[in-house]
């Protein structure tokens, strides 16, 4: 936590004399100071945290729905591997596809609003949670499968009382990826959409204002400072439920 506060600091910095110093232009690159107290005083605004509010609402709503979606579906895939074989053509195909290139098509099938970011959202997330538990299924421990089932155990048994356990960490971890591209997704999707409300929304309408980077950069802040306590979140409690995988071993 020091060398993180010292390099966040040495960044602020560096930002600092470079704009007081003229070396770029403060219509361009503000003093960090000033955006900053921006960025501190848009939490007394309580129009801009109805905004953030509806990004972050479209974030949780769009990050349950593909955990939802690619946690069966990935327990599924790699427990059946005939059904992993069918549809494995599809899941490529749709994969590489990116989010951002169907907002036309899904804002004409939904229309404006939160329906359509929280699509977006889902379609983006659910590829990292579904990848990681096909692959933490592969790396279960065959000797306690093989265990369970010598003493009479189904299917659905080892999955649920070996399979299931041994996959979590990396759905967890998977989770963790996918809600770091859920909030790029929810604020890119209001930037590049232009409609309805959220964080998005205000540093588009910066950006299109006279003397907006400030403004533009105040919402950079809020964005990243959002990233950072989430992912911060996610980690800790990957701590405390699973301190006995190798990268959380001895940091609780």
């Not at 950006?207 to 980077?213: V, Y």
């Not at 105040?218 to 701590?239: K, Q, T, Y």
Request: glycine share 12%.
């Amino acid at each position: 936590m020091l060398l993180g506060g010292l390099g966040v600091l040495l960044a602020f910095g560096v930002c600092e004399a470079v704009s007081r110093a003229g070396l770029v232009r403060r219509t361009y690159l503000p003093p960090a100071s000033e955006v900053l107290a921006r960025a501190v005083e848009l939490a007394g605004d309580q129009v801009f945290l109805d905004g953030l509010g509806a990004t972050l609402i479209a974030w949780a709503l769009g990050l349950g729905l593909a955990c939802a979606i690619a946690i069966p579906l990935g327990l599924l895939l790699g427990s059946v591997p005939v059904v992993d074989d069918a549809v494995r053509a599809i899941v490529e195909f749709l994969r590489p596809l990116p989010s951002v290139a169907l907002i036309p098509l899904v804002s004409l099938l939904l229309g404006s609003g939160t329906e359509t970011k929280v699509a977006l959202i889902t379609y983006a997330s659910v590829w990292p949670v579904l990848f990681n538990t096909v692959y933490g299924l592969g790396e279960t421990d065959p000797l306690a499968k093989d265990t369970l089932r010598a003493f009479g155990f189904g299917r659905l048994a080892v999955l649920l009382r070996v399979e299931l356990p041994a996959t979590a960490p990396f759905i967890a971890a998977g989770i963790r990826i996918s809600a770091a591209i859920a909030l790029i997704l929810a604020v890119a999707t209001e930037i590049l959409a232009g409609f309805g409300e959220g964080l998005g929304i205000f540093i588009a309408q910066a950006g299109l204002a006279t003397d907006g980077t400030r403004d533009v950069l105040a919402g950079v802040v809020w964005a990243g400072a959002l990233g950072l306590l989430i992912n911060s979140v996610l980690v800790w409690g990957e701590r405390q439920l699973f301190p006995w995988t190798p990268e959380h071993r001895g940091r609780r």
